[in-house]
Each structure stands twice: as structure tokens, then as C-alpha cells.
């Protein structure tokens, strides 16, 4: 029984070294493609690839904690101009066992709403799980690029904390911007009708110009070249 399972305990360790040979390749190249990308325990990193290199059967320190904290290699990429980060983990029987751990930072306030954060996590999560298998740190960060730009976009244009606790609590009559309002442009709107000769129609146009927010001057000209303002 004791020698069964020792063999079980190489078979376990042969399996991990070569998900370590895996994710060494593609962590090389992620750094190739991300020269921003910051890997953590970058000594043990390092350890490890010539540990593999000089394919050592030798102790080594850094292939123990790997396999004592369920891997060692991780990395983060900060995106959206450094506002949020991605971080990701190799379990250490990813890809071959385990999908890969990944999470979305959010590293500057206003970047990205909680429902925003929860989208992208969301979408790294599904992408890991649908890979298990498979190398699947290229296909994660493709989905995630494709996503962000259009979750942060949305996450812009959402009303903050506080505009939304204004709209909950405004009178009807009043409208709150769901963003910052531009800066004013003047100009100048023609509307075309015909027949305006009557008070009630010249009060109904005045009104309509409020209600489309045309401004507070509204001039009607009638067929002679008069000018009524209202």
C-alpha cells in the first residue's frame, strides 16, 4: 500500500511539473505580448524556469512552494490607462486539471461601477471555466479586451451614488442629469407652421418651445413680416 502510493505521489508531481513546463511557455508569452504585465514572485519565477531548463531533479526551493501553495505563478496587467488591473493565477495543475484563477481590480475610483466590476469578473470567470483543459490565458484576455472597452464606456455614462439618490428623491418637475452637462452652445431654431394668427396657437407654441427646451425667446412671424414675441 505504502509503495502504491508514493507512486501516486510521483504521478501527482510528474502531472505538476509538466503544467509548470505549460505555464512557464505561456507566461513568456504574455510578457511578450504585455511588456506592462508585472509578474509576482518573480524570483521563484525564475527558479523554476531553470529549474525546468536544466531539467533538475535536484530540491528545489521554489518548486516546493509551488507545489505546497497550489502554484506559484501569477501576473497583473493594468488596463484603462491603469485604472483597474487583471490579475491571474495558474493553480498548479492548470491547464491540465484546474482552470486558471482570474479578478478584476479596480486600482482609481470612477473607472468602472460595482456592476461593471461584477461584469468583468463575470466574463473572466466563464472564460476560465470553458477552457479548462486548455491554455487559456490568449483566449481570456481577448474576450476581456474586447469587453472592457464597452463595460467602461457603460460604467461613464451610469449616474453616480449620489445623482442616483438625487433622481430617487427629485420632485417630478425637476430633471437631474444622468451626467455632467455639456457647456451651453447658443444658436438659433426655426420652426415652419402656418395659420399661428390665433392667441391659443401662439400660447401652444410658446409651450411646446419650453417643453423641447428651445429656449425662454420665442418670436412667431406672420405672413405680413410681423414679429410677435412671446
Not at 13 to 40: G, N, T
Not at 76 to 95: D, H, R, W
Amino acid at each position: 500500500m505504502a509503495g502504491l502510493c508514493d507512486l501516486r505521489r510521483e504521478d501527482a508531481a510528474s502531472c505538476k511539473r509538466s503544467c509548470l513546463e505549460r505555464q512557464l511557455l505561456e507566461l513568456e508569452l504574455v510578457e511578450a505580448m504585455y511588456e506592462e504585465a508585472e509578474i509576482h514572485c518573480k524570483d521563484d519565477v525564475e527558479a523554476l524556469r531553470l529549474w525546468i531548463d536544466e531539467d533538475n531533479d535536484d530540491d528545489c526551493a521554489a518548486w516546493e512552494r509551488f507545489l505546497s501553495n497550489d502554484g506559484a505563478i501569477a501576473f497583473s496587467i493594468p488596463f484603462a490607462n491603469g485604472g483597474i488591473a487583471l490579475t491571474v493565477k495558474f493553480p498548479s495543475e492548470y491547464p491540465s486539471n484546474a482552470p486558471l484563477h482570474a479578478h478584476v481590480d479596480l486600482l482609481r475610483a470612477g473607472v468602472l461601477t460595482s456592476e461593471g466590476l461584477a461584469v468583468l469578473d463575470n466574463i473572466v470567470e466563464a472564460a476560465a471555466s470553458r477552457l479548462l483543459g486548455n491554455e487559456a490565458v490568449v483566449d481570456l484576455l481577448s474576450e476581456f479586451s474586447d469587453m472592457l472597452a464597452d463595460v467602461v464606456q457603460k460604467s461613464a455614462q451610469a449616474p453616480s451614488k449620489t445623482q442616483a439618490g438625487m433622481i430617487e428623491n427629485a420632485p417630478a418637475s425637476i430633471d437631474v442629469p444622468l451626467i455632467a452637462q455639456a457647456a451651453p452652445v447658443l444658436g438659433r431654431r426655426a420652426i415652419y407652421s402656418h395659420h399661428i394668427i390665433a392667441e391659443g396657437k401662439r400660447r401652444a407654441v410658446m409651450e411646446w418651445a419650453v417643453q423641447c427646451r428651445l429656449g425662454k425667446s420665442v418670436f412667431i412671424f406672420d405672413t405680413f413680416n410681423f414679429i410677435h414675441p412671446l
